[in-house]
Every structure is written in structure tokens, then in C-alpha cells.
Antibody
């Protein structure tokens, strides 16, 4: 059974950092692009970042460019999101999502984790 | 940046057909997918590449995409279909529509 399990969320002060992790199982992790998508409480979905199967292509939303860094460790079947200089507007559920093919351009997200809540507040 | 526009809400009676539009410039030239999200749950892919259904998605879910509008259609809508629905496309980056709340009443 395919599983994506996020961890690392929590309460953090503005300007501080947090690192999210996503543990994948049940599929060949290094065949697929992976993405982070966030959802502020009561709001819609916002794509945050994506990384290709080999880490060679990486994309970010304008809202997080320069502050967030996506990475993956195919040996550990894991995806990461390093979030620096956090702002109140970064408060959201962060979902790890599997792309349906190897690159970040196009495609759909065919499996999603349960999400981890990041709250940025003093 | 590229925008996808959805109506905030759509209502349908049980057993009837629900249509949820998603509009964007030359959207018909792009691949569109749709997600269903129920309260407190993660999104679920229900349509990809405009018209295809993933394994396990009921046949009552279908999609179309032409011109500037993609449409998610739910035939014989059931109470369990009440949820938020999001369209998604790619135009130099992944873009989601704002979401449509489907009410079955």
C-alpha cells in the first residue's frame, strides 16, 4: 500500500526555521517527482515546491522562492522541505504529494500524505 | 502568472448531474486534473489528463476540457460526493483553482 507520512510541523516564531519530512513507502520512490502543497486553514490549495525524480529539476512558488528549500534522499525514500525566515502567512497544513511521473513540469498528484500543520506565530 | 477560476459553490439535488467549471486562458491546450477534498481529509485525485479516472474512482465522475473551460461532471450525484473540488493545470508552474464547494441538497 502506498503511503506518504509527513512530520516536523509545529508552532514556530516568525523569522525562525522549520524542516518538514515526508517518508514514502509502497512505490518506487526514485521513479517519481515529489511535491509540497500547502493549505491555510479554511482556504484553498497552494503548490509550494516540486523536485524531479533525481533532484535535477527543482521549482518553487514565487511566495517561497529564496526562503524554502526542497530536497530528497532516494536511499531513504524521503522528501524534505527546509523552511527559513518563516512568516505568519506561511501558516498552513503542508502536504507531501507524489507526482505521476518523473519530472516536475505538468502531471497530476496521485497520492497525498495526511498533512502536517505549521503555525507561525509569536 | 496563470490563473484558474472556479465558482465558490455549486448546489445539486441527489441523483442529478453536477457540473463544476474551471476557466483559464487557452486551458484546452493544457492537461487538467481534478481533486476532491472532504472536510478534515487530504485531497484525492478524481480526474487526470482532462478525462481519465484513476483506479477506484466511480464512473459517475467525468471530465472535459475545451477552449478556455474545463468541466468536472458528476452524474447521479450522491450525498457522499459533497466536498470541495479543485482543478489543477501546469503553466510554467503548478496552478490550482480556488476550489468549489459542492453541496448536495
Amino acid at each position: 500500500e502506498m503511503q506518504l507520512v509527513e512530520s516536523g510541523g509545529g508552532l514556530v516564531q516568525p523569522g525562525r526555521s522549520l524542516r518538514l519530512s515526508c517518508a514514502a513507502s509502497g512505490f518506487t520512490f526514485d521513479d517519481y517527482a515529489m511535491h509540497w502543497v500547502r493549505q491555510a486553514p479554511g482556504k484553498g490549495l497552494e503548490w509550494v515546491s516540486g523536485i524531479s525524480w533525481d533532484g535535477g529539476n527543482i521549482d518553487y512558488a514565487d511566495s517561497v522562492e529564496g526562503r524554502f528549500t526542497i530536497s530528497r534522499d532516494n536511499a531513504k525514500n524521503s522528501l524534505y522541505l527546509q523552511m527559513n525566515s518563516l512568516r505568519a502567512e506561511d501558516t498552513a497544513f503542508y502536504y507531501c504529494a507524489k507526482g505521476d511521473y518523473g519530472d516536475t513540469a505538468g502531471g497530476s498528484f496521485d497520492y497525498w500524505g495526511q498533512g502536517t500543520l505549521v503555525t507561525v506565530s509569536s | 502568472s496563470y490563473d484558474l477560476t472556479q465558482p465558490p459553490s455549486v448546489s445539486v439535488s441527489p441523483g442529478q448531474t453536477a457540473s463544476i467549471p474551471c476557466s483559464g486562458d487557452k486551458l484546452g491546450d493544457k492537461d487538467v486534473c481534478w481533486y476532491q477534498q472532504k472536510p478534515g481529509q487530504s485531497p484525492v485525485l478524481v480526474i487526470y489528463q482532462d478525462t481519465k479516472r484513476p483506479s477506484g474512482i466511480p464512473e459517475r465522475f467525468s471530465g472535459s476540457n475545451s477552449g478556455n473551460i474545463a468541466t468536472l461532471t458528476i452524474s447521479g450525484t450522491q450525498a457522499m460526493d459533497e466536498a470541495d473540488y479543485y482543478c489543477q493545470a501546469w503553466d510554467s508552474s503548478t496552478v490550482f483553482g480556488g476550489g468549489t464547494k459542492l453541496t448536495v441538497l
